[in-house]
Protein backbone atom coordinates (compact mmCIF):
# COMPACT_ATOMS: atom_id res chain seq x y z
CA UNK A 1 0.00 0.00 0.00
CA UNK A 2 1.51 3.58 -0.84
CA UNK A 3 2.08 6.62 1.25
CA UNK A 4 -0.68 8.17 -0.90
CA UNK A 5 -3.20 5.39 -0.37
CA UNK A 6 -2.47 5.57 3.43
CA UNK A 7 -3.17 9.40 3.01
CA UNK A 8 -6.54 9.39 0.79
CA UNK A 9 -7.86 6.62 3.17
CA UNK A 10 -6.90 8.57 6.39
CA UNK A 11 -9.04 12.03 4.62
CA UNK A 12 -11.83 9.84 3.91
CA UNK A 13 -11.89 8.22 7.30
CA UNK A 14 -14.43 10.60 8.73
CA UNK A 15 -16.88 9.73 6.08
CA UNK A 16 -16.37 5.80 6.77
CA UNK A 17 -17.22 6.35 10.12
CA UNK A 18 -20.62 8.57 9.46
CA UNK A 19 -21.72 5.72 7.02
CA UNK A 20 -20.96 2.96 9.57
CA UNK A 21 -22.82 4.73 11.84
CA UNK A 22 -25.80 5.64 9.42
CA UNK A 23 -26.09 1.68 9.10
CA UNK A 24 -26.02 0.83 12.44
CA UNK A 25 -29.84 1.35 13.35
CA UNK A 26 -30.33 -1.56 10.59
CA UNK A 27 -29.79 -4.18 13.45
CA UNK A 28 -31.97 -2.38 15.72
CA UNK A 29 -34.77 -2.57 12.66
CA UNK A 30 -37.48 -4.55 14.25
CA UNK A 31 -37.47 -2.01 17.10
CA UNK A 32 -38.97 0.83 14.67
CA UNK A 33 -42.89 1.59 15.81
CA UNK A 34 -44.37 1.06 12.36
CA UNK A 35 -42.17 -2.06 11.89
CA UNK A 36 -43.02 -3.30 14.85
CA UNK A 37 -47.03 -2.94 13.95
CA UNK A 38 -46.27 -4.36 10.30
CA UNK A 39 -45.15 -7.30 12.18
CA UNK A 40 -48.61 -7.77 14.60
CA UNK A 41 -50.62 -7.74 11.64
CA UNK A 42 -49.08 -10.04 9.11
CA UNK A 43 -48.37 -12.41 12.13
CA UNK A 44 -51.30 -14.11 12.56
CA UNK A 45 -52.25 -14.40 8.77
CA UNK A 46 -48.90 -15.90 8.54
CA UNK A 47 -49.15 -18.47 10.96
CA UNK A 48 -52.83 -19.47 9.52
CA UNK A 49 -51.11 -20.12 6.77
CA UNK A 50 -48.33 -22.21 7.76
CA UNK A 51 -50.30 -24.36 9.86
CA UNK A 52 -51.51 -26.68 7.37
CA UNK A 53 -47.95 -26.19 5.60
CA UNK A 54 -46.18 -26.95 8.40
CA UNK A 55 -49.10 -30.21 9.38
CA UNK A 56 -48.72 -31.92 5.66
CA UNK A 57 -44.80 -32.09 5.97
CA UNK A 58 -45.24 -33.61 9.87
CA UNK A 59 -47.20 -36.01 7.87
CA UNK A 60 -44.49 -36.45 4.80
CA UNK A 61 -41.40 -37.08 7.31
CA UNK A 62 -43.44 -39.49 9.19
CA UNK A 63 -44.83 -41.45 6.17
CA UNK A 64 -41.45 -41.65 4.05
CA UNK A 65 -39.12 -42.14 7.37
CA UNK A 66 -38.47 -46.04 8.73
CA UNK A 67 -39.80 -46.19 12.14
CA UNK A 68 -37.99 -47.94 15.00
CA UNK A 69 -39.33 -47.85 18.29
CA UNK A 70 -38.18 -48.77 21.94
CA UNK A 71 -39.64 -50.55 23.63
CA UNK A 72 -41.14 -52.04 20.45
CA UNK A 73 -45.27 -52.12 21.89
CA UNK A 74 -44.69 -48.25 23.33
CA UNK A 75 -48.04 -47.98 22.15
CA UNK A 76 -49.68 -50.39 24.10
CA UNK A 77 -47.40 -48.92 27.15
CA UNK A 78 -48.74 -45.73 26.82
CA UNK A 79 -52.36 -46.60 26.88
CA UNK A 80 -51.70 -48.74 30.21
CA UNK A 81 -50.03 -45.76 32.02
CA UNK A 82 -53.06 -43.45 30.47
CA UNK A 83 -53.26 -40.58 31.64
CA UNK A 84 -50.00 -40.03 31.76
CA UNK A 85 -47.59 -36.71 31.30
CA UNK A 86 -45.52 -37.20 28.56
CA UNK A 87 -42.17 -35.28 28.59
CA UNK A 88 -40.11 -33.84 25.98
CA UNK A 89 -37.74 -31.46 25.66
CA UNK A 90 -37.66 -28.18 24.21
CA UNK A 91 -36.58 -28.32 20.22
CA UNK A 92 -37.32 -32.40 20.23
CA UNK A 93 -41.10 -31.98 20.01
CA UNK A 94 -40.98 -31.64 16.00
CA UNK A 95 -42.82 -34.74 15.20
CA UNK A 96 -45.20 -35.15 17.64
CA UNK A 97 -48.02 -34.21 16.57
CA UNK A 98 -47.83 -36.68 14.08
CA UNK A 99 -47.13 -39.39 16.24
CA UNK A 100 -49.26 -38.93 19.25
CA UNK A 101 -51.53 -41.67 19.14
CA UNK A 102 -55.09 -40.80 18.18
CA UNK A 103 -56.48 -43.46 20.91
CA UNK A 104 -55.55 -41.53 23.62
CA UNK A 105 -56.93 -38.71 24.33
CA UNK A 106 -54.64 -36.08 24.57
CA UNK A 107 -54.03 -32.30 25.19
CA UNK A 108 -50.94 -30.11 24.92
CA UNK A 109 -49.26 -27.34 26.93
CA UNK A 110 -48.29 -24.62 24.23
CA UNK A 111 -46.99 -20.76 25.06
CA UNK A 112 -50.02 -18.61 24.92
CA UNK A 113 -47.92 -15.73 23.08
CA UNK A 114 -48.46 -15.14 19.44
CA UNK A 115 -45.29 -16.20 17.87
CA UNK A 116 -46.64 -19.87 19.43
CA UNK A 117 -49.82 -19.78 17.41
CA UNK A 118 -49.03 -21.75 14.66
CA UNK A 119 -47.62 -24.70 16.67
CA UNK A 120 -50.95 -24.60 18.37
CA UNK A 121 -53.04 -24.59 15.25
CA UNK A 122 -50.64 -27.29 13.99
CA UNK A 123 -51.34 -29.91 16.86
CA UNK A 124 -55.41 -28.53 16.51
CA UNK A 125 -55.14 -30.52 13.17
CA UNK A 126 -53.85 -33.56 14.66
CA UNK A 127 -56.35 -33.64 17.29
CA UNK A 128 -55.11 -32.70 20.22
CA UNK A 129 -56.58 -29.88 23.06
CA UNK A 130 -54.85 -26.88 24.60
CA UNK A 131 -53.55 -25.85 27.42
CA UNK A 132 -52.07 -22.47 26.98
CA UNK A 133 -49.74 -21.12 29.32
CA UNK A 134 -45.94 -21.63 30.33
CA UNK A 135 -43.61 -21.21 32.96
CA UNK A 136 -41.67 -17.97 33.46
CA UNK A 137 -38.71 -19.64 33.79
CA UNK A 138 -36.03 -16.35 35.20
CA UNK A 139 -38.11 -14.12 33.27
CA UNK A 140 -40.28 -11.85 35.76
CA UNK A 141 -43.49 -11.32 33.62
CA UNK A 142 -46.42 -13.85 34.09
CA UNK A 143 -46.79 -16.26 31.25
CA UNK A 144 -49.46 -18.11 32.59
CA UNK A 145 -47.34 -20.68 33.96
CA UNK A 146 -50.19 -21.33 37.49
CA UNK A 147 -53.08 -21.16 35.72
CA UNK A 148 -51.56 -23.86 33.09
CA UNK A 149 -50.43 -26.07 35.48
CA UNK A 150 -54.01 -25.90 37.32
CA UNK A 151 -55.30 -26.97 33.32
CA UNK A 152 -52.97 -29.99 33.52
CA UNK A 153 -53.83 -31.43 36.61
CA UNK A 154 -57.54 -30.52 35.85
CA UNK A 155 -56.87 -32.41 32.15
CA UNK A 156 -55.42 -35.66 34.12
CA UNK A 157 -58.56 -35.73 36.27
CA UNK A 158 -60.74 -35.64 32.99
CA UNK A 159 -58.47 -38.55 31.60
CA UNK A 160 -56.74 -36.93 29.41
CA UNK A 161 -52.90 -37.54 28.75
CA UNK A 162 -51.14 -34.00 28.25
CA UNK A 163 -48.05 -33.51 26.36
CA UNK A 164 -45.46 -30.69 27.43
CA UNK A 165 -41.62 -29.74 27.56
CA UNK A 166 -39.93 -30.62 30.77
CA UNK A 167 -37.82 -27.04 30.17
CA UNK A 168 -38.45 -23.54 30.05
CA UNK A 169 -37.39 -20.54 27.85
CA UNK A 170 -35.07 -19.15 27.65
CA UNK A 171 -32.96 -21.69 29.45
CA UNK A 172 -31.01 -22.99 30.12
CA UNK A 173 -31.91 -25.53 27.69
CA UNK A 174 -32.32 -29.45 28.78
CA UNK A 175 -32.74 -28.37 32.77
CA UNK A 176 -36.01 -29.95 34.07
CA UNK A 177 -37.99 -27.31 35.45
CA UNK A 178 -40.41 -27.95 38.99
CA UNK A 179 -43.38 -27.13 37.08
CA UNK A 180 -43.92 -30.62 35.29
CA UNK A 181 -43.20 -32.15 38.98
CA UNK A 182 -45.66 -30.51 40.56
CA UNK A 183 -48.35 -31.30 38.27
CA UNK A 184 -47.16 -35.32 38.21
CA UNK A 185 -47.48 -34.72 42.50
CA UNK A 186 -50.69 -33.10 42.24
CA UNK A 187 -52.45 -35.18 39.44
CA UNK A 188 -51.03 -38.97 41.00
CA UNK A 189 -50.49 -39.59 37.34
CA UNK A 190 -46.66 -40.59 35.97
CA UNK A 191 -44.48 -38.25 33.88
CA UNK A 192 -43.37 -40.60 30.93
CA UNK A 193 -40.07 -39.43 29.42
CA UNK A 194 -40.52 -39.24 25.64
CA UNK A 195 -38.38 -38.20 22.62
CA UNK A 196 -38.15 -38.73 18.94
CA UNK A 197 -35.18 -38.07 16.70
CA UNK A 198 -34.37 -38.96 12.84
CA UNK A 199 -31.03 -39.93 11.59
CA UNK A 200 -31.70 -37.00 8.86
CA UNK A 201 -32.74 -33.20 10.69
CA UNK A 202 -31.72 -29.50 10.53
CA UNK A 203 -31.06 -27.65 13.82
CA UNK A 204 -31.86 -24.03 14.33
CA UNK A 205 -28.93 -21.64 16.17
CA UNK A 206 -31.72 -21.11 19.03
CA UNK A 207 -31.48 -21.39 22.67
CA UNK A 208 -32.70 -25.45 22.58
CA UNK A 209 -31.18 -25.92 19.17
CA UNK A 210 -34.87 -26.65 17.52
CA UNK A 211 -34.99 -29.75 15.63
CA UNK A 212 -36.72 -29.86 11.95
CA UNK A 213 -37.01 -33.73 10.74
CA UNK A 214 -36.54 -34.25 7.85
CA UNK A 215 -38.09 -36.97 5.43
CA UNK A 216 -37.09 -39.97 4.01
CA UNK A 217 -34.92 -41.20 7.17
CA UNK A 218 -34.80 -43.72 9.98
CA UNK A 219 -37.09 -42.32 12.66
CA UNK A 220 -36.64 -43.15 16.33
CA UNK A 221 -39.56 -43.13 19.09
CA UNK A 222 -38.06 -44.21 22.54
CA UNK A 223 -40.65 -43.99 25.49
CA UNK A 224 -38.45 -44.00 28.63
CA UNK A 225 -40.31 -45.69 31.98
CA UNK A 226 -42.54 -43.94 34.27
CA UNK A 227 -41.82 -41.58 37.41
CA UNK A 228 -44.31 -41.43 39.70
CA UNK A 229 -43.98 -38.21 42.59
CA UNK A 230 -45.46 -38.47 45.46
CA UNK A 231 -48.84 -36.52 46.37
CA UNK A 232 -47.29 -35.69 49.80
CA UNK A 233 -43.72 -35.21 48.07
CA UNK A 234 -41.71 -32.52 50.41
CA UNK A 235 -39.63 -29.55 48.15
CA UNK A 236 -36.55 -31.69 49.23
CA UNK A 237 -38.41 -34.59 47.70
CA UNK A 238 -39.62 -32.54 44.51
CA UNK A 239 -35.81 -31.93 43.97
CA UNK A 240 -34.71 -35.53 43.61
CA UNK A 241 -37.43 -36.24 41.27
CA UNK A 242 -36.71 -33.48 39.41
CA UNK A 243 -33.32 -34.15 38.86
CA UNK A 244 -34.63 -37.98 38.37
CA UNK A 245 -36.95 -36.64 35.35
CA UNK A 246 -33.71 -34.65 34.10
CA UNK A 247 -31.70 -37.10 33.93
CA UNK A 248 -34.72 -39.92 32.08
CA UNK A 249 -35.05 -37.60 29.44
CA UNK A 250 -31.51 -36.58 28.73
CA UNK A 251 -30.79 -40.78 28.25
CA UNK A 252 -34.28 -40.90 26.22
CA UNK A 253 -33.11 -38.32 24.06
CA UNK A 254 -29.89 -39.71 23.70
CA UNK A 255 -31.28 -43.30 22.93
CA UNK A 256 -33.67 -42.14 20.47
CA UNK A 257 -30.93 -40.60 18.57
CA UNK A 258 -28.64 -43.54 18.72
CA UNK A 259 -31.63 -45.87 17.82
CA UNK A 260 -31.78 -43.18 14.68
CA UNK A 261 -28.18 -43.58 13.88
CA UNK A 262 -27.67 -39.98 14.18
CA UNK A 263 -25.41 -38.03 15.64
CA UNK A 264 -27.00 -35.44 18.22
CA UNK A 265 -24.18 -33.16 18.21
CA UNK A 266 -26.30 -30.49 16.45
CA UNK A 267 -29.26 -30.84 18.09
CA UNK A 268 -27.83 -30.50 21.47
CA UNK A 269 -27.09 -27.11 23.08
CA UNK A 270 -23.89 -26.21 23.98
CA UNK A 271 -24.13 -25.86 27.98
CA UNK A 272 -25.32 -29.62 27.58
CA UNK A 273 -22.35 -30.69 24.78
CA UNK A 274 -20.18 -29.11 27.70
CA UNK A 275 -21.61 -31.22 30.13
CA UNK A 276 -21.14 -34.58 28.12
CA UNK A 277 -17.98 -33.97 27.24
Known amino acids: MTGATVTAIRALRPEI???????????????????RKLRVRVRRP????????????????????????????????A?????????????????????YPPVIPGRA???????????????????????????????????GGAEAAHGAVASLRENFSIAMTADIPPGPARKCG????????RSGRPIVPFAVATSRYRSVNS?????????????GIVMGDPIEV???ASARELEVYRQRVEVALNETTAKAYALAGADMTRATPPSEAESFS
Open 17 to 35: LQLVGSLTPLTSIWKIPWV
Open 46 to 77: LQIAAAPVLANYIKFAIKTSTVVSDPHDWLAR
Open 79 to 99: QALHPSIIALWHGQFFLLPGI
Open 109 to 143: MVARHDDAEALARVLRRFGLGLIRGAGAGNRRRDR
Open 178 to 185: IGIVLIGS
Open 207 to 219: WDRMTINLPFSKL
Open 230 to 232: PRE
